[in-house]
């Protein structure tokens, strides 16, 4: 019981996805136009931003101080995570054996730091985590502008993309709910409300995410994989996939961490780096790819699902570390 509490996203994902994809291919296409009317175009749009609002809020900002003292990790994690990042997703979408997966790939390098796992396991790692904090509010607050950009420059040959419309939008699910839910924060009363359900909070913005990802593969995914009017894709191209994701989110948190060390920061900043710099959100990370179609959105839960696996182990080695070098010498 006490695993499935600590893991129970984990198996929403394993649990809603497969299910998402099998509803919608076997619905025909007409009944998925109409629960599609009846959702709304924007549904996934609202979501997100309260999403993004609900984490905004339960972030304690107060602890920023020493990480607005000293940038220098802040800046390296958010060029990781901003400009290495992509960068590394860039070269390898040649590789991909379908154009969805391959613009998903380049999605899911682009969209910003998580909102509240980059700081979970930099605590679990021993790591510093007030940097980690500032960059996941940085990179979500500019991710208006880096993501958009970044996507005109690599996809527009292939893909209709529209810049600015993809700007506006994530200005209104993005920047906006995260700005007021620190704003909301500055009463005192709301501010003690947020710390005393900070859990509860949290809970309910990831059930939001599950219920935008049981959307995302069940009026996306699924139809376009019942669709024989369109190419399928067979196991090989999602083994591709999945291994550069993997791949991308490796490469960026080694260069970060030893980027970190390189450049003089104590253990407990290439800590907070390495997590910061390497993780992306998922909920933006939707969104984005909801503009270009269903199979756009498997490399996002795939790099999703797995830094949640793979942070989670390097997350405990990293705090076994810590804690051997801690330990007295005799």
Known sequence: MQWLKRHWFLVGLVVL?????????????????????????????????????????????????????????????????????????WPLMPLQQHNGLAIGLMIAATVPCT?????????KAGGNDAVSLLVTMLTNGLCFLFTPLWLSVVVASTFEFDTLDMMKRLIFSALIPATLGQLVRLIP?????????????????????????????????????????????????VLVVWISCIVVHLLA???AWQGGKFLGFSREDRVAVAMSGSQKTLPIGLLVANHFGGFALFPMLMYHASQLFIDTWVAERMAEQGDDNQSPKH
């Open 189 to 237: 009363r709301l501010r003690q409300l947020a710390i005393d359900h900070k859990s509860l909070v949290g809970v309910v913005a990831q059930s939001c995410v599950l219920i935008i990802v049981f959307s995302a593969a069940f009026l996306k995914a699924g139809p376009q994989l019942a669709d024989t009017s369109r190419p399928g894709i067979g196991l090989v191209p």
């Open 115 to 123: 909102m509240a796992a980059a700081s979970v396991w930099t605590r």
């Open 253 to 255: 948190m080694l260069i």
């Open 17 to 89: 996805i497969p299910t998402g994809i099998t509803l919608g291919m076997r619905l025909s296409p007409d009944s998925i136009h109409r629960i599609e009317l009846a959702i709304g175009p924007k549904s996934t749009t609202y979501l997100v931003a309260v999403i993004l609002f609900l984490m905004s809020f339960s972030l304690d900002s107060r602890q920023l101080g020493r990480s607005l003292r000293y940038p220098g990790p802040v800046i390296f994690a958010c060029l990781v995570n901003y400009g290495l990042t992509p960068l590394i997703a």
